[in-house]
């Protein structure tokens, strides 16, 4: 029998690239679409078409001959991006989404998966560094803090109205902070884990004695190793589950106590210097009900396990950009 044909789209990102990766060891004949080929190994992508998913042409091209479709295309980074280009997230994100689910409607696509976020959620339900955990249905009623929460709550509803006009099986998933290894460490859209790694590797390899952390660092939040969360992501899309479904860890941290792990890791003691920065919402965790519930998933690497091989593969590219004495943001 023919292998299954799916595309994924930000494949040349960091979640996109792990689920290429593990669609392939599955057995899939996959197609990966993004602006650009992943930064830090190949893709292991049948293959792989640079395009634009704003455009409308771009996304016909992407979904020809596909029967199922993963969108984790977007314009996005960390906090310090998604809290400051609004205008820019908004435009780009709504024109990649309709288009791209359009598409999949027009080329018969019978499944999409649409990647959403925690940054659904409104503000006022996390406004303590020990807000309850968000449960799916706190997303109503609607206040995201961001432009990039507002488009992907439209779009969920967009996927829903699909599912319900045209029967295009649509699977939504609310992600909250995947982190690991080969996303991205630097340049200002990388996200706590990853710069907070680079810091601590900077410091020490540099012999520095203190690091920098935006806002008091006792801001809470969940981080999920990416492996768990291409095992959520292929569950969902196996299920006759539509979501909307959050998936992430459930183990509540402050951002210094993260920052102290990443340290112990590292073996070093630095001070933490609190500095002003963008700090999105106060606190947020994932109620992780109805995942369990619905698809029997429970994250499996610990968080410090995941740091640790995160941290690892950051310290090895700090020391090597600074063996090449190019610049690196501290
Ligand atoms: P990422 O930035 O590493 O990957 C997104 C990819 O989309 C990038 O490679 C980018 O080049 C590509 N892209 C952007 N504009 C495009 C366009 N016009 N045409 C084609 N490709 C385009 O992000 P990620 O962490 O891998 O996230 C994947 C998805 O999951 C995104 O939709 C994101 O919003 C969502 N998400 C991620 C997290 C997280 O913690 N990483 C949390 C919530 C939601």
């Known amino acids: 029998m023919a292998a299954k044909k799916v595309l994924v789209t930000g494949a040349g990102g960091f979640i996109g690239h792990h689920l290429v990766k593990r669609l392939k060891k599955e057995g899939y004949w996959v197609r990966g679409v993004d602006l650009k080929y992943p930064e830090y190994e190949p893709s292991a992508a049948d293959e792989f078409e640079i395009l634009d998913l704003r455009r409308w042409d771009n996304c016909l091209q992407a979904t020809r001959g596909i029967e199922e479709m993963y ?14 280009f609004h205008a820019q997230i908004l435009h780009n994100n709504i024109l990649i989404n309709t288009h791209s689910l359009e598409a999949a409607r027009i080329n018969g696509i019978r499944r999409y998966l649409f990647s959403s976020s925690a940054c659904i959620y409104p503000e006022f339900k996390q406004t303590d560094v020990h807000s309850p955990a968000l449960k799916e249905e706190d997303a109503y009623p609607a206040q995201p803090q961001d432009a990039y929460g507002w488009e992907k709550l439209v779009t969920e509803r967009l996927c829903m109205h699909y599912r319900e006009q045209f029967g ?63 095992e959520g992501v292929r569950r969902l899309m196996d299920s006759d589950f539509h979501g909307p479904v959050n998936l992430g ?76 004495g190019k610049p690196i943001d501290s």
């Open 71 to 84: 969108g984790l295309a977007a314009d996005m980074g960390g906090m310090g991006f998604i809290s400051k």
């Open 249 to 324: 860890q459930d183990r509540l941290v402050s951002i210094n106590e993260l920052t102290d792990m990443i340290m112990k890791i590292a073996g070093v003691k630095l001070e933490k210097k609190h500095v002003p920065g963008a700090l999105g919402v106060r606190g947020r965790n994932s109620d992780n009900t109805l995942v369990r519930k619905m698809l029997g998933w429970e994250p499996k690497v610990t968080l410090e396990e995941g740091l640790a091989r995160t941290y690892t593969w950051i310290e090895g590219l700090v020391k090597a950009r600074l063996a090449e």
């Open 168 to 230: 295009i099986e649509t699977h939504v998933v609310r992600f909250h902070n995947m982190f690991g290894p080969l996303g991205k460490w630097e340049g200002g859209r990388e996200k706590a884990p990853a710069a907070l790694s680079r810091k601590v590797a900077v410091a020490k390899l540099k012999g520095e004695k203190s690091i920098e952390i935006w806002g008091d660092g006792e801001q809470t939040r969940t981080f999920c190793y990416v492996d768990d969360c291409v």
